[in-house]
């Protein structure tokens, strides 16, 4: 998957906390958020709010997708609430390999279909 279709997948899917998605899924996306807040926050502060608030349901989205492809469960994204240590744990998740086989979240995420 490269940046453009792990953008266009997460906005597409920024509703959809079941399922899974994978590394570099995720780590596009994550990297479109700091590029797009970085250069909102240079342009103007209403603009950095409106791209944060734009991309708010979409990283929660994903975040928790990425959780799935793991094994684990959605609610260890509120391990962002705790400062430093909560955030390093999540870290830790976020860069574990995908599970290659099904999980309780459903089959892995393969290639995109063609067409998508």
Same mark, same amino acid.
Request: glycine fraction near 8%; proline fraction near 7%.
């Given at each position: ?7 266009q ?6 509703v959809?906390?079941?399922g ?9 996306f ?6 797009s807040a970085f250069v909102?926050?240079?342009i ?8 944060? $608030?734009a991309? /708010?349901l %979409? ?10 492809? =793991?094994?684990? +469960?959605?609610w260890f994204? $509120?391990?962002? /609430?705790? %400062?430093v240590i909560?955030?390093?744990?999540l870290?830790?998740?976020? =860069?574990?390999? +995908? ?6 979240y459903?089959? %892995? ?6 067409g998508?």
């Amino acid at each position: 998957m490269n940046f453009q279709q792990a953008v266009q997948t997460c906005f597409r899917k920024y509703v959809e906390f079941s399922g899974r998605a994978t590394r570099p899924e995720y780590w596009w996306f994550i990297l479109a958020y700091v590029i797009s807040a970085f250069v909102a926050g240079f342009i103007h502060e209403f603009l950095y709010y409106l791209v944060v $608030l734009a991309f /708010l349901l %979409p990283l929660l989205a994903v975040g928790a997708r990425r959780l799935h492809d =793991v094994g684990r +469960s959605a609610w260890f994204l $509120l391990l962002g /609430l705790v %400062p430093v240590i909560g955030t390093l744990v999540l870290l830790y998740f976020m =860069v574990q390999p +995908s599970q290659p086989e099904s999980n309780a979240y459903g089959p %892995p995420s393969g290639a995109m279909p063609a067409g998508v």
